[in-house]
């Protein structure tokens, strides 16, 4: 049985910092039909029947209390044109990580929506220890497993360390030199 204690030092020990950037992104949804809501209501019967049906879209009521009470024709058909008219609203979103851009085209319904949006560029600092190889220093230590032998064994331990192997060099107290390499599975 052996007891390892481990002191550790890293040879050409080499902290670099880098930047990892994810790159902006852009993309453009447009959606050239899109359909109403449509709201339903459930009626209970006294019957017992459960009868559901759809509510219609709410009628500007102003608009068309205006329109009827508008007696020139001139001023009807300005109001006519107005409801009809085609506007185009653009509203811009923005926080730290993207840009969101919504542009409508309504004419008394919604004819067109454009949905753009573009991911901001980014960046992540990452430190990482560069170095190739580690030199650990211990001391080991031994008990014999067959009752006849008594003897304890101390020692010190080399061990260098690179990507793929342990190269290990000791000595203990029954004057033995301990060579050891050890190569990585996976």
């Known amino acids: 049985m052996a007891l390892v204690i481990f002191f550790t030092r890293s040879c050409g020990s080499d902290l670099v910092t880098d930047v990892i950037t994810i790159p902006a992104r852009e993309n453009t949804k447009i ?3 899109p359909l109403p809501v449509v709201k339903k209501d459930t009626f209970f019967l006294e019957t017992g029947e459960i009868k559901i049906v ?3 879209n709410p009628i500007n009521q102003e608009m068309m209390t205006k329109y009827y009470q508008t007696k020139d024709t001139l001023e009807r058909l300005k109001l006519y044109q ?3 008219e085609i506007r185009e609203y653009v ?5 730290s990580t993207q840009i969101i851009t919504v542009l409508s085209s309504v004419s008394g319904e919604l004819r067109e929506q454009i949905i ?3 991911t901001l560029p980014m960046e992540f600092p990452r430190t990482r220890n560069t170095s190739k190889n580690a030199l650990f ?6 008990l014999p497993l067959d009752p006849n032998f008594n003897t304890f064994t101390a020692g010190i331990k080399a061990d260098v ?17 301990n060579i050891g390499l050890s190569i990585k599975l996976f």
């Open 54 to 56: 759809t509510v219609p």
């Open 82 to 84: 107005n409801a009809i």
């Open 116 to 118: 753009s949006y573009r």
């Open 137 to 142: 220093i211990g001391l080991s230590g031994g």
């Open 161 to 177: 360390v690179t990507k793929n192997k342990i190269y290990s060099l000791g000595y203990d107290s029954q004057k033995r030199i």
């Open 91 to 95: 509203e811009t979103l923005k926080d």
């Open 31 to 33: 959606i050239t039909a």
